[in-house]
């Protein structure tokens, strides 16, 4: 059972290079979120995507994009990479974004992370 | 965004001690959810709370989602070196956004 499977674990840009994080779940989740974590500052929301189709902005975009491929997959892309994206990155999945009585659906699921750094 | 405030920021205890933290806010929460990440990895959920006052017990750890719904607490008992890593809370708002804490590292000291 994977869960949430993150790529890659590691890796090292120069600035104003670009690259694309990868993301899939196999739990049938409607709902996948991209946060970064930095120290002292917890989890921050940069995206999310409610379901199939759809994706908005969390917290702290600027700089990033994502693609919903399909309900599966969820990537985030960082098209010109700056030092102060230097970070770990965690993609979450849950049953749904909102509404409902069980609020269980609502639970995120975790991957491993990815580790970057920007120099 | 809003950060839920989280205490103590970190933890230094013998093997066998008992470990309390909390989570306030000032914004009222539906749910509670206290997770814990081990050094490299991604955030595992440890407990959920779904009612205020409500008492949840997994294993050594017992969580409680606070009467005025603002706050939770994680106890962890007769603590062990595989409970070192980060513990974090995360609230649900009314609008079912996810709000997470700063953490609270812990380290056990056999």
């Known amino acids: 059972n994977a869960g949430v499977t993150q790529t890659p674990k590691f890796q090292v840009l120069k600035t104003g290079q670009s690259m694309t994080l990868q993301c899939a779940q196999d739990m049938n989740h409607n709902s996948m979120y991209w946060y970064r974590q930095d120290p002292g500052m917890g989890l921050r929301l940069i995206y999310y995507s409610a379901s199939e189709g759809t994706t908005d902005k969390g917290e702290v975009p600027n700089g990033y994009n994502v693609s919903r491929l399909n309900k599966r997959e969820f990537s985030l892309r960082l098209e010109s990479a700056a030092p102060s994206q230097t970070s770990v990155y965690f993609c979450?999945?849950?049953?749904?974004?909102?509404?409902?009585?069980?609020?269980?659906?609502?639970?995120?699921?975790f991957g491993a992370g990815t580790r970057l750094s920007v120099l | 965004g809003q950060q839920l405030n989280q205490s103590p920021q970190s933890m230094f205890i013998q093997e066998g001690e008992d470990v309390s933290m909390n989570c306030t806010s000032s914004s009222i929460f539906n749910t509670w959810l206290w997770y814990k990440q081990d050094p490299g990895e991604g955030p595992v959920l440890l407990i959920a709370l779904y009612k205020a006052g409500e008492l949840t017990s997994n294993g050594r750890l017992t969580a409680q989602f606070g009467i005025t719904r603002k706050d939770s607490f994680l106890n962890i008992s007769a603590s062990i070196p595989s409970d070192v890593g980060i513990y974090f809370c995360a609230g649900v708002h009314t609008g079912n956004q996810f709000y997470f804490g700063t953490g609270t590292s812990l380290t056990v000291i056999p």
């Open positions: 979450a999945s849950s049953e749904r974004l909102t509404g409902g009585m069980n609020v269980a659906k609502n639970i995120q699921y």
